[in-house]
């Protein structure tokens, strides 16, 4: 079966720019999650929608947000970019939300310059 | 708050050495444990995960990790490490009830041939 698919694989964007992430789940796999990935940070959970609806936040700001629909696609927006947000963008879905574990996409490498 | 520590975060083996990788969380409640490995250049995947029962769980590729609860440890464990088993090894915890799931930082093993 098709793994969990993220879009685009790379970007660049100028500081100030607004962006636009997109995660397509294993079918059948209802609960999606976004981390960001750092060098310095490890992996920092971003937010988890499940059924369309957002579960779990993270500690990033407004300027971070996202959504899912109907049929299970996720987007992540990260508006006003700045330098900082550069990292490896991780989408991540599992069938539930107990216990099963994540499948992970390749991730969407973002550079903000 | 939950938390996750790996205690190394550099790990250099021979072949055939045996692996102990360590893995600490902080959580009030009941948890799902996890670990993940990132082979050079491939997305994350899950390597175990502890849900309920035996405290022992068996993954893939002879690795095997045992939660004890007094201790909150979920250590990862292999007799015998091959050269292929070099890549970055991350320990992850969920709050059961639909919790967010955390990373610890990760620790990277090189194995020398």
């Known amino acids: 079966k098709a793994g969990v698919t993220q879009t685009p694989r790379y970007l660049i964007k100028t500081r100030g720019q607004q962006v636009t992430l997109s995660c397509s789940p294993i079918s059948g796999h209802r609960s999606v999650s976004w981390y960001q990935q750092t060098p310095g940070q490890g992996l920092q959970f971003l937010f988890e929608?499940?059924?369309?609806?957002?579960?779990n936040k993270g500690n990033f700001p407004g300027r971070f947000s996202g959504r899912q629909f109907s049929n299970s696609r996720s987007e992540m927006n990260v508006s006003t970019l700045e330098l900082g947000d550069s990292a490896l963008y991780l989408c991540?879905?599992?069938?539930?939300?107990?216990?099963?574990?994540?499948?992970f996409g390749s991730g969407t490498r973002l550079t903000v310059v | 708050a939950q938390s996750v520590s790996q205690h190394n975060h550099h790990v250099i083996l021979s072949e055939a050495a045996s692996l102990e990788l360590g893995c600490n969380y902080s959580?009030?409640?009941?948890?799902?444990l996890f670990w993940y490995v990132q082979y050079p250049g491939q997305h994350l995947q899950l390597l175990l995960k502890?849900?309920?029962?035996?405290?022992l769980v068996k993954g893939i590729k002879g690795f095997e990790a045992e939660f004890i609860k007094s201790k909150f440890s979920f250590n990862l464990r292999k007799p015998s490490v091959q050269w292929s088993d070099t890549a970055e090894y991350f320990c992850?915890?969920?709050?059961?009830?639909?919790?967010?799931?955390?990373f610890g930082a990760g620790t990277r093993l090189f194995v020398k041939a």
């Open positions: 992850a915890v969920m709050g059961t009830g639909g919790f967010k799931t955390i």
């Open positions: 502890y849900f309920s029962g035996d405290p």
């Open positions: 991540a879905s599992s069938r539930d939300t107990e216990g099963y574990g994540y499948t």
């Open positions: 959580y009030g409640g009941t948890v799902n």
């Open positions: 929608y499940f059924s369309e609806t957002q579960r």
